[in-house]
Structure formats: C-alpha cells, structure tokens
C-alpha cells in the first residue's frame, strides 16, 4: 500500500522569504506525484506533477518541486512567498497501472501560513 | 467554461438520515471521483466512475454508493448517516481514466452531521 507523509502540518513564513514544504512517500512500487493548492472555500487546484523524466518540475504560481527516488521524496519551494500564497497544500500520489486509475493518495496537508 | 459544480454547498443532516450529493464535470470530461475530506486531514478516496461504470472504490462502507448518468454528471449516497460522516465531499472530473491525468475539483458540499 502507498502512504504519503507531510511532514509539517503548519508553516509560518514572512512575505518574500523562501518556503519549501516537505513531502515524502512509502511505495513498494513507482508512482506519480501531485501538488494541490486549496485556497480557503474553494477546491483543490493542480500546482504541478512529476510522471517522468527530469526530477526538476516548475508548476504554476512559480512554484517548483524535485522529485528524489532514493529519498522518496518530492518537497515543493518557492523563492518568495506572497500573502496570496497562504492556503493549505497538498501533496499526493497515483500508481500508474493499478486497479484503481487515477487514484489520487493524498498526505494530510501544510497549511502555509505568509505573514506581512 | 464552467468548472466542476457540486451541489448543494451546505448541508446539515441528522444521524441515521440519508443524503444525496451532487456533481456536474466540466464539459467534455467522462470521469468522476469522488473524496472525503476531514477537517484537518487530506482528502480520502471514495469512488471513480467512467462512461457510468465504477473503475474504483476505497476503503468505505457499503453505506456509500454513487451512480454516474449519460451526461457523466453523478451523484453520491450516504445511507444512515453518522456523526464520523462530517466532512467536506469533494468531486474530481477528468477527461478520461488515463494514469496521470489531470483531475479538476470542485468547490465540495460541507456535510454536518449532527
């Protein structure tokens, strides 16, 4: 069975700081990965995803997210960090080939907190 | 274009009632997903259905069924409802059950059971 870990569920940080959220997975077998933004009142938006090739993934909002196999682990940055980007993040995977498709396993979520 | 629409937005329930929520995908989407979200928690698998047929289910009791129409909008049942059933329910469409495919989620209906 998979399982994803968010590692802190609360992260404060000033206006124009750096951020990195951190994710890591429990896979005996490869996976796809996913960040989710949830602004308050609203549903899920797709930030960016890894299915292959380079472990580097720029998403929307000039977030960016690594993939590291021998961590397990995909942790999502941001250089500098905007009051708008104060949401809860979601980190989440599928398993290409599965009975369940386009299952998506999510972690529990970071609620990045940007303060002025 | 309309995104994912879920409704109603809010609802309260009581124990041992029933509820039906609704989803309508983005137009030219055929598959539906259906999560649960606990406060405070990530969202849980529920079901995904394709071109009307279940493609998955999760972990949930037979107290959760759903049903998806031919104009791929759907709906979710919960029978006999219980106090752990408060939650946000949210709905995903996506082009089609493809392993990678984008799903697009809806705003969700905030159940309270009380």
């Known amino acids: 069975a998979q399982s994803v870990t968010q590692l802190d569920s609360q992260v404060p940080v000033f206006e124009e700081a750096p951020v990195e959220l951190r994710c890591n997975y429990s896979?005996?077998?490869?996976?796809?990965l996913f960040w989710y933004v949830q602004y308050p009142n609203q549903g899920l938006q797709l930030l960016l995803k890894y299915l292959s090739g380079s472990t580097l993934v720029k998403g929307i909002n000039g977030f960016e997210a690594e993939f590291n196999k021998s961590q397990t682990s995909f942790h999502l940055r941001k250089p500098s960090v905007h009051i708008s980007d104060t949401a809860v993040y979601l980190c989440?995977?599928?398993?290409?080939?599965?009975?369940?498709?386009?299952?998506?396993?999510f972690g529990q979520g970071t609620t990045l907190q940007v303060k002025p | 274009d309309a995104g994912v629409t879920q409704s109603p937005t809010h609802l309260i329930k009581t124990r041992g009632q029933q509820v039906t929520l609704r989803c309508s995908p983005i137009s030219g989407h055929k598959s539906v997903s259906w999560y649960q979200q606990v406060l405070g928690q990530g969202p849980q698998f529920i079901f995904q259905y394709y071109e009307k047929e279940e493609r998955g289910r999760g972990n949930f009791p037979d107290r959760f069924s759903a049903r998806q129409f031919p104009n791929y909008s759907s709906e979710l049942n919960v029978n006999a409802l219980l106090l752990g059933d408060s939650a946000l329910y949210l709905c995903?469409?996506?082009?089609?059950?493809?392993?990678?495919?984008?799903?697009?989620f809806g705003q969700g209906t905030r159940l309270t059971v009380v």
């Open positions: 989440a995977v599928s398993v290409p080939g599965s009975s369940n498709t386009g299952k998506l396993i």
């Open positions: 995903a469409s996506s082009l089609a059950v493809i392993e990678g495919t984008e799903a697009f």
């Open positions: 896979s005996s077998v490869s996976v796809y």
